[in-house]
């Protein structure tokens, strides 16, 4: 059996080496969790990411073409439709018959 005066001493230069620790890895995490660092590591990624569009844009630009076209036939569809159909688009239709017309507001 070890003494009790030396186990409570072992015991209090465990405790003291685990603050250590503690106080290490909280110190790591606060540098880590810093705001103006995240945005900063943030801001990198962005502009990483960025580089390496644009350099993929510049080795491949009919691939950008083309994918440029497709969002902008997506995002034009109904406008496109309209004119291969030949029917109005919802936005240029007439008003109902049995909405009343709006007033004029008068500027001057």
Do not use: C, I, W, Y
């Amino acid at each position: 059996m070890t003494d009790p005066v030396q186990r409570l001493a072992a015991a209090d230069a465990n405790a003291a080496l685990a603050k250590q620790r503690l106080s290490r890895t909280l110190g790591v995490l606060q540098e880590r969790l810093n705001p103006s660092r995240l945005a900063r590591d943030a801001a990198s990624d962005v502009l990483d990411v960025g580089n390496v569009a644009a350099d993929k844009a510049r080795r491949h630009p009919g691939a950008l073409a083309g994918v440029v076209a497709v969002a902008g036939l997506l995002l034009g569809r109904h406008r496109v439709l309209a004119l291969f159909t030949g029917r109005p688009r919802a936005a240029s239709r007439a008003r109902p018959a049995n909405l009343p017309e709006q007033p004029q507001r008068n500027l001057s």
